[in-house]
């Protein structure tokens, strides 16, 4: 059976072959009737439209790539899915890479994309990301691009992102009011603007509270759940006074959890536990995880609108970024629930 081409329609429309390729390609140069009556013909005849030809002849993919650090994590997952919805009803395909917090492979993801003519990028940075190069070749390519959660804020980007410092006073206020006054709380040893805006959250709702900021509570590391237990083990050994923890994300607070239990430390009349991002497993767990939520859904929905507005504005990276700011949602469950 003979391949149905663009030109077969045009001939049964009698039109020309550019009029049935711009309407194909949606070109608001064509009316709305005309672009009706070459879809429903298209259909007829049966035509499948040449992806790669037709990206060629526009210049455009419809196709969008997302970085994100790892899908391990149901934060970025959930993410990725607020962006599916919004980007695939507006027609556009997604190109998913995972950098796994490594400088290396972000690079690699970017370049693949650029490579692969993507018609804008989400991103969200690396733990390791203190080389921007890749991005500024992005914003040179004039490609639109939104961070989604981490961004550069000295690349003055179109962003979406929660209000961190906001969820580290939450957290910690919520452990005041339980009546917990010895707080740890564990941190980022690496310069990523969300978890020090999370410390700094923290030291000021102890301080509004008038409770003494104690630096050996402060405690700094590779986040997981192997350093959650390594902190709990470390301040045992030190015969160090807490009876609350707030860890900068779940999974290690999950770590903290685990470690408490084994040493027979009853939750939360003895130590409270709070986490940040409510993954999926903090309802699961027993006692259940306490958490700040980042309304996940919503962030990738706006980031995607972002960037569609990025796009159908044909805005260039000099234009006035757009900075939305979430507000962050205090989970309260049995870790932390002693009133």
């Known amino acids: 059976m003979k391949k149905v081409t663009i030109l077969d329609i045009a001939k049964e429309l009698n039109v020309t072959f550019s009029t049935v390729a711009r309407a194909l ?3 608001p140069a064509i009316s709305a009737a005309t672009k009706k009556a ?3 013909t298209a259909e007829r005849l049966n035509y499948r439209q040449n992806k790669i030809a037709s990206s060629l002849r526009s210049g455009r993919t419809n196709v969008i790539g997302v970085i994100v650090p790892s899908l391990r ?42 490579q692969s003519r993507v018609d804008g ?8 990301t203190t080389d921007y190069s890749s991005y500024e070749e992005i914003i040179k390519r004039k490609t639109p691009l939104v961070f989604f959660d981490r961004a550069i804020d000295q690349l003055n980007i179109s962003s979406v992102t929660i209000n961190d410092y906001k969820g580290g006073f939450t957290a910690t206020e919520h452990l005041i009011q339980q009546g917990y006054k010895r707080i740890l709380h564990i941190t980022a040893d690496r310069e990523i603007l969300i978890f020090r805006e999370r410390l700094r959250g923290y030291i000021d709702a102890l301080r509004y509270y008038g409770l003494p900021v104690d630096d050996d509570l402060i ?42 239990q084994e040493f027979n ?4 009349e003895e130590v409270a536990v709070i986490g940040f991002a409510n993954e999926s497993f903090g309802s699961l767990v027993t006692p259940q995880l306490s958490t ?8 990738g929905k706006e980031a995607a609108k972002l960037l569609l507005k990025l796009k159908k504005a044909e805005l260039t990276q000099e234009e006035k970024p757009e900075k939305i700011v979430l507000d962050p949602l205090l989970i309260v469950r049995a870790s932390s629930r002693r009133k």
Do not use: C, W
Request: no cysteine.
């Open 25 to 27: 390609n949606d070109h």
């Open 38 to 40: 070459v879809r429903e």
């Open 73 to 114: 994590v149901t934060f970025f997952s959930s993410v990725v899915s607020g962006i599916e919805q919004v980007m695939n009803a507006n027609g556009y395909n997604i190109l998913l890479y995972q950098s796994n917090e490594s400088l290396v492979k972000e690079k690699k993801g970017i370049e693949t994309f650029l």
């Open 121 to 128: 990028i989400l991103a969200s940075i690396t733990t390791e």
């Open 219 to 260: 405690v700094k590391g590779d986040f997981s759940p192997e350093f959650g237990k390594t902190v709990i083990k470390e301040a045992r050994l030190k015969n160090l006074e807490y009876d609350a923890v707030f860890a900068l994300e779940d999974f290690t607070a999950m770590g903290v959890l685990q470690q408490l």
């Open 265 to 268: 430390v009853k939750i939360p």
């Open 292 to 299: 700040i939520d980042q309304q996940t859904i919503l962030m």
